[in-house]
């Protein structure tokens, strides 16, 4: 019960005490939409960063990742409508200048800015537009700006994405608080997404890294929208302590704050996958019965990527045996007869073959905006959830048609 | 030059001296459309098979399997409208029936036959449709028939697959010809396809089953529609002897016959992609400067699976930004300033940032329904081909309702 001792609570990035933050438009976008965010800390924070495993990294991802090295930082600032990737030096050079000129209007080096893009790969980057609004994004900054901060980053999104609890931890509240946008190019191993958590607890650089990790990997390491992994995918967390709370050894307290923050980015990695691009439906794929949880992880990773389930899906087609030939082929080892599948509450495969069902309880599962696929393995005892969308004709539009 | 000395010629699977086949409605597909064929060898034939990797694997492939061990076999009967797949024992019963009932048609054993089955998984097989329509099927067995088993073993394809070459062994005509059904599920490693060549070529099974695998690896595996692997995949090749060519060992001989098969194989297999569910474009991806082949063919098969690159192609949009980032993930080592990209003979990135290029000259290469993407990754002088297709609307129509 302990470990679940939070709740949630408005806001986002600026839902911890000490943070504030602006969204506004400098003019990337082409539409004139929100395209600039900046988040900071009133006070020094401890920083941590989780990025793409992409080879190809865009320009913002190389120095921001300079800047976290020492586990503190101040602010991140980050835009929409263009990637700042594949530009080779120039776009080293603009990603430099994005942080130095935000630190300069905030009043703090260079190293203590954070810097992220999303958008179009490739197209020149007008950094200088967002030199130009920095003044106007600083003097924007609040307490209650979490939320243009959160549209300022949107690309394809159709919804912003923010989520916070509350929870006590020595007797006192803190509170962590998050946004973030997709919404495709998103699969394991940090895709296409940028993330911004804020937390007014006070905690080392070295243990915030650690739970950083424990939380990314079972929440936005766990989700796919098309299996594609970007080149800017970037994850920030700062701690300013504006609470009073200190988190300095694992124990009890570490133990809330992982599983809070463990929460809050499983919150958001599931608003990114309920909002891919031209989803439908947010499937869950829990795998259980799993000699360990890496074998679990694959076999639940191969059904999540697969265009067949997800097209059925889409269909709201019971198709079972696409699912049971996603795990076939996904590399784990095992033997057909003995896995188990259901869709929500309703056994579809069993000892090696299909049972029969009762199709109308079927399409009444399938028909829901949120579906579970429960694959038993058989094998032991290790569990792993993922979470994926279905592969719809508007993913096709929007995707058909992105750069121009 | 001597490598290539073949000629088209018309026909499939009956093109080759002394092979019989035919294609009727046996009612296993509901619509009442071709789902039963037969190909069958006068005389005792070498047989070599290459079966799908998924571990899920179809009662059929389980009993071609067995019946091509011994490197011969006779005939070839296959199904479209169901997969015979995840039956348990029915489906193996079913599928040993059904080899045992064309082999006593046929005045052949039951280890002769070699079975194969495409279409939903999971649904209850009717195989005594099937064993009510072999005495039919037999009945028309023709040297001329190869174009209705084409028919017969089409699911969602929308044309029969055919493609037959002849060329001069020691001074005399050797034909090989085959018929391959696609057209989804397909990816590298033997996906949801079958496919049958026949040959009036004698050769070893030892050194059939050696010139399948060479041919196999650069054509069959080298495809992809969405990346999903099938638990069907068949591709099955018989050789008869009736044109009284023998090939007995390795030399100029073998290599005439082996490059012959490949490139029946890669047009096989290249018009499985060409008629990939929803495709509107035939894209080869063709990797150059490769460390060695295994390099080239994964970087490759990375971009041929994105769907963020399929999906450009569909919208003609010359998105060289996720070509890149496809590679990047590809789990290949490579510094992208050594890379660079080509749409056609159109460069368009260099040297670690993209080139400006004419948009109207892309956009006409990128209408054509045949493109070239050239991947040149600096590293050194090995390459690989992949043929991929687009990502379409269709293919979500398709898949979103294909079992009910």
């Known amino acids: 019960m302990e470990k679940k001792a939070w709740v949630a609570i408005p806001g986002g990035v600026t839902a911890a005490l000490g943070f504030r933050a602006h969204g506004i438009a400098s003019g990337v976008k082409k539409k004139g939409g929100l395209d600039l965010a900046l988040v900071a800390s009133d ?5 941590a960063a989780v990025f793409t495993t992409n080879k190809v990294v865009a320009a913002p991802v190389v120095v921001s990742r300079e800047h976290v090295a020492d586990g503190t930082a101040r602010a991140v600032i980050l835009n929409s409508g263009n990637a700042n990737a594949c530009l080779g030096e120039a776009g080293l050079k603009a990603a430099r200048l994005m942080a130095a000129s935000a630190g300069q209007a905030l009043g703090l080096r260079e190293s203590d800015v954070l810097v992220a893009s999303t958008g179009v790969i490739g197209a020149a980057f007008p950094v200088e537009k967002i030199v130009a609004a920095i003044p106007q994004l600083v003097a924007g900054l609040s307490p209650a700006g979490g939320g243009t901060a959160a549209q ?68 936005f390491n766990r989700i796919t929208v098309d299996g594609d992994t970007s080149t800017n995918d ?44 031209g989803a439908t439906k947010l499937v869950t794929i829990k795998v259980t019965g799993a000699r360990d949880e890496g074998q679990a992880e694959q076999a639940g990773r191969a059904v999540a990527n697969s265009n067949l389930v997800k097209t059925a899906f889409f269909g709201e087609d019971a198709n079972w045996g696409r699912i049971l030939a996603a795990v ?15 869709l929500g509450d309703l056994p579809v495969f069993t000892d090696g073959s299909g049972l029969p069902f009762d ?24 569990e792993a959830t993922l979470w994926t969308c279905d592969l719809s004709y508007e993913y096709v539009k929007i995707n058909g048609s992105y750069r121009t």
Chains 1, 2 share one sequence.
């Open 43 to 47: 006070q020094p924070a401890s920083a």
């Open 152 to 219: 300022a980053i949107m690309t394809t999104d159709t919804v912003a994405k923010e989520f916070a609890v509350e929870l006590t931890i020595n007797g006192q509240p803190v509170r962590i608080g998050g946004m973030a946008k997709g919404s495709g190019m998103i699969q394991p191993n940090m895709a296409t997404m940028l993330a911004v958590v804020t937390t007014d607890a006070a905690i080392l650089p070295g243990l915030l890294r650690q739970a950083l990790t424990a939380a990314t990997s079972v929440s």
């Open 234 to 277: 970037s994850l920030f967390v700062l701690a300013n302590g504006a609470s009073g709370v200190k988190i300095e050894e694992p124990g009890v307290a570490y133990e809330l704050f992982q599983a809070a923050l463990t929460h809050v980015c499983t919150e958001l990695a599931k608003m990114i996958v309920r909002d891919g691009e």
């Open 328 to 342: 076939g082929y996904s590399g784990i080892d095992f033997a057909p007869e003995q896995i188990r599948i259901a």
């Open 359 to 382: 199709e109308e309880r079927a399409a009444k599962i399938l028909a829901e905006p949120e579906i579970t696929v429960h694959i038993d393995l058989g094998q032991g005892t290790a």
